[in-house]
Structures are given as structure tokens and as C-alpha cells.
């Protein structure tokens, strides 16, 4: 094989109560790869992100990010949960993209960016915001950056929330639906802004629902259905020609 | 007006309206000049009869500045601000201590409530007074040591009493600011990776204060009235101190009215400061220009 997967993911479940929202889900992503996670409703996909993110507990398999395991430490063939410290420190390597935004409201938009790296990462400030300025820059928000987010459209928020993220320069992007909570017209913003962070390079795992954007700029894509991979593969070919029932039957009722 | 046809057929027949163009009639709300016709009579009722009663209005005039009172009033100003700087420190720690994930601090914080919320906070400051009846000494073996009745004085006492007190009834106020904030905050929070105290602190906190101030601001309200209880132990605020000059002079409802007074004063200035800081605090929200 190639090099080792920057994300792995072997066989992970989850349970809420008597629900198993996630079920033997195993799959990789690559250094520089993006990934597109597709599915009905309640298929699980955010769960997932969740526990990538550890905002939630797995409970089965494992998880791996750059081959250390997510949320615990084993010795001598036990497994000790790991102290929220340590947990904080290996959130540092994902940036998530909440599907509601989820700014700070009480920050400008230079102050939502700049909180992690000043606060997590202990950079300096004047370092911090010169590197804000610029990913809000480059999210095309650079005239913005003292609005409060009460202030700015939910296109604006959201890629506010990209810049946010990507602040804390993070090995892999986690994106949860970041478009579906926006007006139709400002949904193309935020997928630009996407678009221009997967041409850079960037490694990217997304939930959505716009199977063009995962044309286009996923090259795989995931499909998941009752908390389980069904299927997986190129892109293009995913969409065309899917193997199985229950994807041709999501994908024909997507597509419409 | 009286020429234009009403309804929606008259609207189109007069396309040329521009409200913006047209002199307004300013609307005449009768209830209220009735209302306040009504109040300004029952003031002005009320003012007579204190003219007119046994009050002799040059001796509440000139007690007002008497320098036992004004000590009073400082007294009562250093208590109040102190008893609730204990209270909000004591408050926000145990509102965070309520909503940690260790099962120890949760309960430790919520017998902390119960204690203090479950007794009168006169008898509070009674059994803070009289410590040195079951302590007669207080220190630290070895260290340091003094007689409880040196170390447990009026002042101390009621501190302890009216800050403790006001700690466990702010936890309360606090806690529910916190609900108020959204899951998503503190979720947001933890992927930029922000430890849990810095999340409370930096995030949480900041976005409770909206909720919070006002109803403190009427916890600080009501407090400085509380400490009128401390003269029961001897602490010598604004209405001990009337209490004091009344008890040598017999002018008892003129010093009643000059500690009137003075808490009225307190009362609006903080009411004042209340507003102010309301304004900061919401800061992000209900901002229409939207910049600084
Ligand atoms: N905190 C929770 N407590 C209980 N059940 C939960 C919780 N979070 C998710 N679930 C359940 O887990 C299942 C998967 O939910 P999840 O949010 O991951 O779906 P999803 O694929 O993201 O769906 P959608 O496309 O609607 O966002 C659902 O049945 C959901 O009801
Ligand atoms: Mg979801």
C-alpha cells in the first residue's frame, strides 16, 4: 500500500441507549484526500463526525488519526480513557464545520478566529491576528472581520466558521452539512470557499447533500445508511454507477 | 380625509399616496393621560398628608448629612459591595462546580445551595456572631492562633453571613445563565480545542452574562436592604445608625425617613450602573449597525 492513512476508522460503533446509531464502520482517508459522506437522514453521518471530533464517544473498533488512537491510551493490553487534556490536544488536529455555525456571538469575526490559536495553541497575538486576517482573506471576508455575527448572512457565518477552523491548522477538515442551513443563494459561497481549500491541498471529510460538489471536488465518496457503510468508491463512478440497491435507490430519490 | 373612499378600492383609485410625503396625525392615547392624571392626583394626596403630619421636616433635612448617618450609609455601601463580591465569586464556582462532570463537586455545590438557601440568613449571621461560643479559639494548630471574639467582629460576620448567603442564591442565577447558553457553544468551543475552564471562561461565561445581570442586579438590590439585618449583630449601617440617634432623640419617623432616603439613592444609582453594564454585556446581540 501507500502511505498510511492520515484518518482510519475500523470497525467503529456507537450506541445512544438501545439505538445502535453507528455500526462496524470501517474507512479510510488519505493525506490530502477529500471524502464525501452521503446518506439518508438518521444514517448516522454526523454521529461519525462526532466521534472523529470526540464530541462523542465511540464504544466499538477503533479510530486512528496519524496512527495515535482517538481518546485512549493503552497499556499492558488495557484501555485507559485519556485525561480531557490529552483530548483536547488531539482535537487540535481535526477543524470541524458545524452545520449551525456555531460562532461565538459575543467576538468580532477576527475574534472567533483568532480565540483558538491564542487560547489552545498559545501563539502570540499579533501573530494570531495577522494569520486571521488572512484566512478571512481568503474566505473573502477580509472587510468583515470586525462585524459581530448577528451582522453578517448565514453564507458569511459560515465561512467565518471555515476560517475559524482553519485556524488552528488541523490535519484533517470535518465539514457536518455546512451548506443546508443556508439560503439557496449562498450556498455557492461556502462550497467556493471549499473548493479553493481542497485545491490547496487540504484534507477534507464532508457530510453533504450536494452530490455535485462531491463530483466535483470529492474524489471519494461514502455512502452510509442505519449507521453503516453500504458502499464506497470514486466519485464519479459512485454517482453513475453504484452497486448497490440501497444507494441507486437514495441517489435516484436525490437527484429526484 | 374625510373625501377619501376607505378600503382597498379607494387605495387603488389614489395610487399617488406617499405616506412619506403626507403631514402625520400624531395618534391621542387617552388611557394613559387618564392613568397618569389619576396617579399624579393620588401623589399629590400622598404628599399632602406627609406635609401635614406629625413630621418635622427641618430635622429630617437635617439629619440627612449627620454624620452617624453618612458612616451608616458608607458602612452599608462597603457591605453590600463586599457581601456580593463574595457572593458572585462564590456563585459562579459553585454554578460551575453544579454543571462539572465530577459527581463530587456536583454534590458538594448543590449541599452548599441547600445549607444556605434552607435557613433564614438573620439566623446566618447570628451563629457567624456567636461562633466563639462553640470555637472559642480559631487558627491553625501550630501556626497561628486567636481568640474567636478578636477575629469574629461585627464586620467579619456579616460578610461571612450576607456572602455566603448571597454565594448560594447567585449559583442559582448563574447556573441558569449557563443553561440559557446553546450545546453548540460549548461544542464549537471544544473543536478549536479550548480545554473545559477555558470554554467556561472564555465562551460560556461571557454569553451567560446576558442572562445573568439582570436578575443580579436585583440580587444586589435586595441585598443592600439585607444588611439592615446586620444590626442585629451590631455592624453599624444606615439603619443602625438611625436607629442610634433615634433611640437618644425620639425623632423616630424623621430618621426612618432620612434611611429612606439613602437607600432610595443606593437603590437608583445601582439601578443606574445595572443598565449600563445590561448594555455591555449584550454585546453581539441586538446590534443593528453591526460593527464596534
Ligand atoms: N445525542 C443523541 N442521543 C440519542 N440519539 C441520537 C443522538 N444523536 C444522534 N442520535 C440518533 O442516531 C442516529 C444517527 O443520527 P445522525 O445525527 O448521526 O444522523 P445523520 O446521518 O447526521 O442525519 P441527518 O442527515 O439528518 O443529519 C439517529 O437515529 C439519531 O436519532
Ligand atoms: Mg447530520
Not at chain 2, 475552564?197 to 440580587?219: F, K, T
Amino acid at each position: 500500500m501507500s502511505a498510511p492513512p492520515l484518518l482510519r476508522a475500523w470497525r467503529v460503533g456507537k450506541s445512544f441507549g438501545t439505538h445502535r446509531a453507528l455500526e462496524d464502520v470501517t474507512l479510510e482517508v488519505a493525506r490530502g484526500e477529500v471524502v464525501c459522506l452521503i446518506g439518508p437522514s438518521g444514517s448516522g453521518k454526523t454521529t461519525f463526525l462526532r466521534c472523529v471530533n470526540q464530541l462523542e464517544r465511540y464504544d466499538a473498533g477503533g479510530l486512528w488519526i496519524g496512527g495515535e488512537l482517538l481518546g485512549f491510551r493503552e497499556a499492558g493490553g488495557r484501555l485507559h480513557p485519556l485525561p480531557e487534556r490529552e483530548i483536547a490536544r488531539q482535537r487540535r488536529s481535526t477543524g470541524m464545520v458545524f452545520q449551525r455555525f456555531n460562532l461565538f456571538p459575543h467576538m468580532t469575526a477576527l475574534e472567533n478566529v483568532i480565540e483558538g490559536p491564542i487560547r489552545a495553541l498559545r501563539r502570540p497575538r499579533a501573530e494570531a491576528v495577522a494569520e486571521a486576517r488572512r484566512l478571512l482573506d481568503r474566505v473573502g471576508l477580509f472587510n468583515r472581520q470586525d462585524y459581530y455575527p448577528a451582522a453578517l448572512s448565514g453564507g458569511q457565518q459560515q465561512r467565518v466558521a471555515i476560517a475559524r477552523a482553519l485556524a488552528m491548522r488541523p490535519e484533517l477538515m470535518l465539514f457536518d452539512e455546512p451548506t443546508s442551513a443556508l439560503d439557496p443563494e449562498l450556498v455557492g459561497e461556502v462550497l467556493g470557499a471549499m473548493r479553493d481549500l481542497a485545491r490547496s491541498g487540504s484534507t477534507m471529510l464532508v457530510v453533504t447533500h450536494e452530490l455535485g460538489f462531491a463530483r466535483e471536488v470529492g474524489n471519494r465518496i461514502v455512502f452510509m445508511d442505519a449507521g453503516r457503510v453500504v458502499e464506497s468508491g470514486p466519485s464519479q463512478a459512485l454517482l453513475t454507477s453504484p452497486q448497490e440497491e440501497r444507494t441507486r435507490n437514495f441517489l435516484s430519490a436525490v437527484l429526484g | 380625509m374625510s373625501g377619501v373612499p376607505a378600503g382597498p378600492a379607494g387605495a387603488a383609485l389614489r395610487p399617488e399616496i406617499d405616506i412619506a410625503r403626507l403631514p402625520h396625525v400624531r395618534p391621542v392615547h387617552w388611557g394613559r393621560i387618564v392613568t397618569a392624571a389619576a396617579l399624579l392626583l393620588l401623589l399629590a394626596l400622598l404628599v399632602r398628608a406627609f406635609a401635614r403630619g406629625q413630621i418635622a421636616w427641618p430635622v429630617v433635612a437635617q439629619y440627612l448629612t449627620w454624620r452617624t448617618i453618612l458612616e451608616g450609609l458608607l458602612n452599608t455601601v462597603l457591605m453590600a459591595v463586599a457581601a456580593m463580591a463574595v457572593g458572585v465569586v462564590l456563585g459562579v464556582l459553585a454554578a460551575v462546580a453544579r454543571s462539572s462532570p465530577n459527581p463530587v463537586l456536583r454534590s458538594a455545590a448543590q449541599f452548599y445551595a441547600w445549607l444556605f438557601r434552607g435557613t433564614p440568613v438573620i439566623l446566618q449571621l447570628l451563629l457567624w456572631f456567636n461562633l466563639a461560643l462553640i470555637f472559642p479559639t480559631l487558627g491553625i494548630p501550630g501556626l497561628w492562633e486567636a481568640r474567636t471574639v478578636d477575629v469574629m467582629t461585627p464586620f467579619l460576620a456579616a460578610l461571612l453571613g450576607l456572602g455566603l448567603n448571597q454565594g448560594a442564591y447567585t449559583s442559582e442565577v448563574v447556573r441558569a445563565g449557563m443553561l440559557s447558553v446553546d450545546a453548540g457553544q460549548y461544542e464549537a468551543a471544544k473543536s478549536i480545542g479550548l480545554t473545559y475552564g477555558q470554554s467556561l471562561w472564555r465562551i460560556v461565561l461571557p454569553q451567560a452574562m446576558r442572562v445573568i445581570v439582570p436578575p443580579l442586579g436585583n440580587e444586589f438590590i435586595g441585598l443592600i436592604k439585607t444588611t439592615s439585618l446586620a444590626s442585629v449583630i451590631r455592624y453599624s449601617e444606615l439603619l443602625h445608625s438611625a436607629e442610634d440617634i433615634y433611640y437618644a432623640n425620639n425623632r423616630v419617623m424623621e430618621l426612618l425617613l432620612v434611611a429612606t432616603f439613602w437607600y432610595l439613592v443606593l437603590v437608583s444609582a445601582l439601578s443606574l450602573g445595572q443598565m449600563l453594564l445590561e448594555r455591555r454585556v449584550s454585546r453581539g446581540v441586538a446590534r443593528p449597525a453591526g460593527r464596534r
